[in-house]
């Protein structure tokens, strides 16, 4: 080993720059050299190493990184933390819409039953449910100026998110314990599933299928004014979401899949993706 750097400088002397530039590191006297070799090829946080692949979202875009030496290597040279990528590896599981405004504080719905609402079980086995798989509680209002009402309508309907004062689910005689769930999904701030921004990502719309008066039921929240987040991706799954065939005109889907094929509706209760974005929110 002694005769290593006599070796060295040999090499160097008679192989030229390609061998000096591998040398640079240990040669503080040749700085232009680093420079020039390693303008050749862009940055690399850990020259010729690779790590596994792996499959991730940053900043809302869907991405490949490495894993290298326990580092998160995006595009090279660029370290994704593991807080980064851990809330964007959630981001590719199916999840919510939610409005950024309008939460009930400290998780808590305060709420009356109009005494004329037939079958009130509707709303206290949807309530359980939510109790069931949320953070969220719903405790019968006293003297509370922000609360809901459950009462009779001509429909099943809601406002999304909390409005400040007395405000309404109303629900008519067809209105089961599923769509009570949904109307409180809405009153908690979750937006119909197929109104989040990146929709056209999973869905098509058939416009010319749809209800006349009911396409607002179909237009993305955030062209209806709301602030809001799309958690995850969109979840076909979700109680939010419309069937391929909800308010069709004529037979016709009023929604299908990227590839044209239709799916059902579901009411039955909260999808894995509601409760991952009711727990973002809450
Ligand atoms: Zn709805």
Known sequence: MRKQPFSVLALLTTVGTISLASCNKENETQPAQVEQAQD??????????????????????????????????????????????????????????????????????????????????????????WQANSPVRFVQRTTQSNYVTFRVGSGCSSNIGMVGGRQYINLASGCTTGNTIHEIGHALGLFHEQTRTDRDNYVNILTQNIQSGYEGNFTKYSALGYGGTDYGVLDFGSIMMYGSFSFSSNGQPTITKKDGSTFNIQRTGLSAGDKSGIDAMY
């Open 40 to 129: 050749a090829k862009a940055e690399e946080a850990y020259p010729g190493q690779t790590g596994a692949a792996k499959a991730g979202t940053w900043g809302g875009e869907s991405i490949t990184y490495q894993e290298i030496n326990g580092e998160k290597v995006y595009e090279g040279d660029i370290l994704l933390t593991a807080e980064q990528v851990a809330a964007s590896e959630g981001q590719n599981r199916p999840s919510s819409a939610g409005r950024t405004t309008g939460r009930w504080p400290s998780a808590v719905v305060y709420y009356t039953i109009d005494a004329a609402l037939p079958s009130q079980s509707r709303v206290t086995s949807a309530i359980s449910h």
